[in-house]
């Protein structure tokens, strides 16, 4: 074999590696590539597979609250003024009870109504949502020694909101009344319900702001704060944005805002 022989051998086995390495190395970056995007939806999804498990997790720790709230409630009032009203029912001057009786069953059935209310969702289709908030206001004031005040400003426009949206907010805000009557030990509650001031972003802004007691921010994805974490889990189904701040001894200010775009 001459050396040109022997050149162009050598120079055909060259570039069969040089082939053979680059398509190895074509393979082997794909693999990299499809190996990190795995990864990732892997990760994705395990954590929102988390998320998920948290929330059914604080889904279910509310339903037992419920429960057990209503059946304290049914037992220490509705039960109570029932019993009573058939004892009154089986006295030799029942007759002369009536008036009594009237008044206790008129009593219970008010109670029996303002539990269905807090169970079943307002009908958003029929009211203005600004309205719905301002009664519930009113219905947590006269229930606690609390002042729970509002304040809508003049022109607020909350049209945009859709029924879903509309709710969950409603919901939001009903715990943040609820976590107050429950752990602030406060005196005032202030609603504050606004459309964007100047540069701001165009939507629904809903300020909650109590002088109670406060607490440790930090703390609040602790397993205790299953009311925070839900109230956030609710704002994140709709695309709105939840934020809390509260220093120890000085109250808790919250802060929700849901794009109109």
């Known amino acids: ?6 050149i162009s051998e050598l120079e055909s086995i060259l570039h069969e590696y040089t082939t053979y390495f680059l398509v190895f190395d074509i393979v082997f970056f794909v693999l990299i590539v499809l190996g990190v995007i795995l990864s990732i939806r892997f990760l994705l999804s395990r954590k929102n597979l988390h998320a998920s498990n948290e929330y059914l997790l604080y889904t279910i720790h509310g339903q037992e609250e419920e429960r057990a709230r209503i059946a304290r409630e049914l037992h220490d009032t509705v039960a109570q003024d029932l019993r009573y009203c058939k004892n009154l029912s089986e006295k030799n001057d029942a007759a002369q009870n009536l008036p009594k009786i009237t008044e206790i069953l008129e009593k219970s059935l008010l109670e029996v109504r303002a539990m269905s209310y807090n169970l079943a969702p307002p009908d958003i289709t029929k009211n203005d949502f600004t309205s719905l908030i301002a009664n519930l206001c009113t219905e947590f004031k006269e229930k606690s020694r609390i002042d729970f005040r509002i304040s ?13 949206e509309a709710l969950n907010l409603y919901r939001i805000v009903q715990e943040s009344f609820t976590n107050v009557l429950k752990h602030a030990g406060a005196g005032e509650v202030v609603t504050l319900i606004r459309n964007a001031n100047g540069s701001e972003e165009k939507g629904l802004y809903i300020f909650i702001s109590d002088d109670g007691k406060g607490f440790d921010a930090e703390k609040i994805d602790s397993k205790n704060h299953f009311g925070l974490k839900g109230m956030k889990k609710r704002a ?7 934020t809390v701040n509260s220093i120890c001894g000085d109250g808790t200010q919250i802060s929700i805002f849901k794009s109109a775009i």
């Not at 809508?152 to 879903?164: A, K, N, P, Q």
């Open 1 to 6: 074999m001459t050396p040109a022989q022997q």
């Open 152 to 164: 809508v400003l003049e022109g607020t426009d909350s049209s945009f909101l859709s029924e879903d």
């Open 236 to 242: 994140d189904l709709i695309g709105a944005k939840f």
